[in-house]
């Protein structure tokens, strides 16, 4: 994890814009991020971007009608596109030359960055980060997520009218158990770590996937493979970057996963856990923080893992709002359905240098490499707003650092197999086990988020996802039919 050095600075954007005009370019995708994590865009002619749009923005967002953004009654908004993720975009050759930019928004009448933009919280982590002398942070997310081939709904999206049909899903793909027939062979529950083709049926589209966003989008790969569960379960990993560009490379690995299933007839689906019985999917967040070119977590001298008191420190950090953290890391209701025991999902607040049944693990790869020291954080899963996750965890953790939080002893068993008497006696707390009792954690557990998290913002993450969690708990569940049907 050596890492190398980042590209500071704006890039010139009168230069961009003669490079791209003699490439003939006809339209330009403006993408930005809601609070809950979608990428939305707006598609505008070539012609509409002039020097001062990466400034001062474009004028092309009603505020009142994104996800947790603003009220209709001051809704203008301005889009700012970083000329830093300028990408090609491979796909519909037919409407002529198009380009992205990842955009920034600004609140119209002002111009002042917007509170409640989850890339604008990542940057006033990166400055919180500097301020307490930590002047770069590196993170590698790992990104897992399920390709099916189709999937089929009952009701259909529609809502309350299509409601006395009935509920459930069915999933087919190609390589599953249940499966009715086809070229690949069958992947077992559990069996499918580092399968190889022919019976990894995945590796040509994750193959695509990896040299669109090489070639396209500019960024580094790292590693794909099958993972462990059946239905095609992939992990691709992207190579660290600090904490804005890592979280835009998220954004565009989530949105060629999908547009290239699609292209193929497939459905991609970072939703947690859609198969029952199986893993489900996660994205382990590696993390460090740096000082004046070392990074502050690695110490030699250390018996144990090679790590820092800093990094213990900033490990209690996380220890500490593990539970309120759950609701930016994991924040749907289907992420509670990942966290139980028995499936290497952490479901237990403790840290280790190997320990896969811990919530935090010191990778143990690297002893006696410096720059490759990190923390592993377990928890997050896929469907989380990257920017939001990555801003509260470095927040999480640099509070254990100010306030000297340290952990409590690293646990090396496998916690899963511990009585539950050990485990208290060890101090092992768990984590929530509803989106529900993770919003009531980061209710009362949330000023450690003050120096980038804006209150209101809070105040409405809170309010909608607790709607989420209502919507859930009023209506019947498949199999509360098979339960109960005969009582």
């Not at 979608?38 to 749009?53: C, H, I, K, R």
């Not at 300028?86 to 030359?97: F, M, R, S």
């Amino acid at each position: 994890m050596t890492p190398t050095k980042a590209t500071k600075g704006s890039w010139d954007a009168s230069a961009v814009l003669e490079r791209l005009k003699a490439e003939k370019v006809r339209w330009v995708e403006l993408f930005y991020t809601d609070v809950f994590g979608g990428f939305n865009q707006v598609d505008v002619p070539f012609e509409t971007l002039e020097a001062d749009s990466f400034v001062s923005g474009v004028p092309k967002l009603d505020g009142s009608s994104v996800r947790g953004f603003r009220d209709i009654s001051d809704s203008d908004m301005l889009l700012v596109p970083d000329p830093r993720t300028l990408a090609t975009i491979p796909w519909n050759p037919e409407v002529g030359g198009t380009i992205r930019f990842i955009c920034d928004v600004r609140v119209g009448g002002t111009k002042e960055p917007y509170a409640h933009d989850p890339r604008w919280v990542a940057r006033k982590t990166e400055a919180v980060l500097a301020a307490a002398g930590y002047d770069r942070s590196y993170w590698g997310p790992e990104v897992e997520f399920f390709v099916f081939d189709s999937v089929h709904l009952l009701p259909s999206y529609q809502g309350v009218r299509d409601a006395w049909a009935g509920a459930g899903y069915q999933i087919q793909q190609s390589e599953t158990p249940w499966h009715d027939g086809g070229e690949s062979p069958t992947i077992r529950f559990k069996e499918g770590y580092h399968r190889s083709a022919p019976t990894d049926s995945l590796l040509p589209l994750r193959a695509e996937m990896c040299n669109i966003l090489a070639d396209s989008f500019h960024v580094t790969m790292d590693a794909h493979h099958h993972e462990v569960a059946t239905a095609s379960q992939s992990e691709i990993n992207v190579r660290f970057d600090e904490l804005v560009p890592m979280a835009d490379h998220i954004q565009d690995l989530r949105y060629v996963i999908k547009n290239v299933a699609r292209r193929h007839g497939k459905v991609a689906c970072l939703m947690p856990k859609p198969v029952y019985g199986d893993n489900a999917i996660g994205m382990h967040t590696n993390q460090s923080l740096w000082s004046k070119g070392k990074n502050a977590f690695y110490d030699a001298g250390d018996a144990y893992a090679e790590v820092s008191q800093t990094c213990r420190y900033y490990v209690g950090g996380l220890m500490e709002h593990s539970r309120a953290l759950c609701a930016i890391t994991n924040p749907t209701t289907n992420s509670y359905r990942r966290l139980v025991p028995g499936y290497e999902a952490p479901v237990f607040i403790a840290w280790s240098r190997g320990n896969r049944s811990a919530s935090i693990r010191i990778p143990a790869y690297h002893r006696g490499r410096p720059a490759a020291k990190r923390v592993e954080y377990r928890t997050p899963d896929s469907a989380a707003n990257i920017y939001l996750t990555e801003a509260a965890l470095a927040l999480a953790g640099l509070d254990g650092i100010k306030r000297k939080i340290e952990p409590p002893a690293p646990v090396d068993e496998d916690i899963y197999k511990l009585a539950p008497a050990k485990r208290r006696q060890l101090g092992i707390r768990e984590l929530p086990g509803s989106l529900g009792e993770a919003l009531d954690c980061l209710q009362s557990d949330r000023d450690f988020l003050k120096p980038a998290f804006a209150p209101s913002l809070l105040d409405t993450y809170i309010e909608m996802k607790r709607e989420e969690q209502l919507e859930l708990n009023l209506r019947p569940h498949p199999y509360e039919f098979y339960r109960y049907l005969d009582v």
